[in-house]
């Protein structure tokens, strides 16, 4: 069922790679994909996910099982950031470690301090770094940021929410007007300016579609994370 978005209304996580191509090709009209094939299409689709995570990553949950004398626990290798990191795990009302520069001098000792080792050059993976040590056996539960699935197949469910898909839809027909200008530029069908003027506009304005609609979800964002208490 359409929606005033040019994409199908779904629950999360129902809508699969080549369902979401299809949407993209009907609003480029190019129902005989004369045009763009459905690979094109995918690699244009994978871009737009990549491009989304950027801005609006997944949040996912590691349990580390501590180890008596270990300040030191293994993340998965795409996290990105940590969000929170509760501690003992099953407290009511949870508990949560609170975050300090390893180097701060009241890192160590027993007032419940974690810090986040990020890899950027893949050499290792991002580390959790405790200023205490855990009780042999409990759980810690790291709340942490990642990208979205990008290595996508045609049957492959989006784990973008499905009320962002037209952000991912708005992407392709840019990347689509893209390389249409790309292939213009690199074999030209005529020697006429105004051809290669009107690509290049059209690739702009879908550019600016494109940004618009993800600048208007990342606006209804502000204001809209957890609340803080300073202590």
């Known amino acids: 069922m ?20 299809s949407d993209a090709r009907v609003a480029l009209d190019d129902g005989a994909a004369a045009a763009w094939s459905d690979a094109e299409l995918l690699g244009f689709l994978a871009e737009a996910v990549r491009e989304y995570s950027q801005h609006l990553p997944r949040v996912g949950e590691a349990a580390l099982v501590a180890v008596a004398g270990r300040q030191r626990y293994a993340l998965p290798w795409d996290a990105a950031a940590v969000v929170s990191v509760e501690y003992p795990v099953g407290e009511e009302p ?12 009241r890192f ?10 990020l890899s950027h050059d893949l050499t290792r993976p991002p580390e959790l770094l ?3 040590d855990p009780d042999a056996g409990e759980t810690l539960a790291a709340r942490y940021l990642h990208p979205h699935e990008s290595d996508l197949a045609a049957d492959t469910y989006l784990t973008v929410p499905a009320d962002h898909h037209h952000v991912l839809v708005q992407y392709v027909l840019f990347a689509a007007a893209r390389q249409l200008q790309a292939r213009e530029q690199a074999a030209p069908t005529n020697n006429s300016g105004l051809l290669m003027g009107q690509l290049a506009a059209n690739t702009r ?27």
Request: proline share 6%.
């Open 2 to 21: 359409a929606t005033g978005t040019g994409t199908r209304a779904a629950p999360p996580y129902a809508v699969t790679a080549g369902e979401l191509t």
């Open 205 to 231: 304005r879908l550019e600016l579609a494109w940004l618009n609609a993800l600048n208007r979800i990342l606006y209804h964002r502000l204001g809209a994370g957890e609340i803080v208490v300073w202590s």
């Open 108 to 117: 160590e000792g027993g007032g419940g301090h974690y810090d986040v080792l």
């Open 130 to 132: 405790l200023g205490f």
């Open 94 to 105: 949870p508990a949560y470690l609170v975050r300090l520069p390893w180097k701060s001098r």
